[in-house]
């Protein structure tokens, strides 16, 4: 399984400021992916990130927010832009892979805890 | 919309204790299902994943088992250990790609 690193661990940041999350994979992986988990809701996808094309942002997600780097195939970023204190989240990167299962595993990163003030 | 629901929300068991918790999705074009523990400031780790109906997937004290007719699987734990207190996750595929779409979680505190 892939082993996923995150930086940072946890920041506290100030409104109307941004914040760049980076995402190191130990292994070259086609997809990554950017979750985030507001207080009491579930883990929500943001985009899914590949190497060499556009981000591709599910609904309610835009890329002037969120932008998304993918420069290689063991790394990403995602910027948190013009932060509200509604962005206060745990934010996750993950990477697929096939797992013994007989499907798709996701292997995830130790999450940026952000908070807004 | 895929909505994958799971309950209860929150579950406090003693020690020693056997629990049990609900994770479920639509039935319609299922591809797979995902179990993963999240301990506090750790990555989500996974469980089990599972594909067909009727699975049945065991990992130490903890079991799952599979209903894609009806759209549910339920997490076992036997025995309760305070190592067990965390946030257990279950996903879904949503239309048999693979975009997992979480439940809420069940937020399980074991009491020594």
């Known amino acids: 399984s892939a082993v996923i690193s995150q930086k940072p661990s946890r920041d506290i940041c100030q409104r109307g400021t941004s914040l760049t999350i980076q995402c190191q994979v130990d292994?070259?992986?086609?997809?990554m992916f950017w979750y985030r988990q507001q207080p009491g809701q579930s883990l929500t996808l943001i985009a899914t990130?590949?190497?060499?094309?556009?981000?591709t942002y599910e609904s309610g997600f835009v890329i002037d927010k969120f932008p998304i780097s993918r420069p290689n195939l063991t790394f990403s970023t995602l910027t948190v832009s013009n932060m509200s204190p509604e962005d206060s989240s745990i934010y996750l990167c993950?990477?697929?892979?096939w797992g013994a299962g007989g499907a798709y595993e996701q292997y995830f990163g130790p999450g940026t805890r952000l908070t807004v003030t | 919309i895929l909505n994958v629901e799971q309950s209860p929300q929150s579950l406090h068991v003693q020690e020693g204790d056997s629990t049990n918790f609900t994770c479920s999705f639509p039935s319609s074009n299922f591809y797979a299902l995902h179990w993963y523990r999240w301990e506090t400031a750790k990555s989500p780790e996974a469980l089990f994943v599972m594909t067909l109906n009727g699975d049945e997937k065991k990992k130490g004290r903890i079991s799952a088992t599979l209903n894609t007719k009806e759209g549910y699987s339920y997490l076992y734990i036997k025995g309760s250990q305070p190592e067990d207190s965390a946030t257990y996750l279950c996903a879904s595929h949503r239309g048999g790609a693979q975009k997992l779409v979480f439940g809420q979680g069940t937020r399980l505190t074991i009491n020594p």
């Open positions: 292994s070259q992986v086609t997809m």
């Open positions: 990130a590949n190497q060499g094309s556009e981000a």
């Open positions: 993950s990477v697929e892979d």
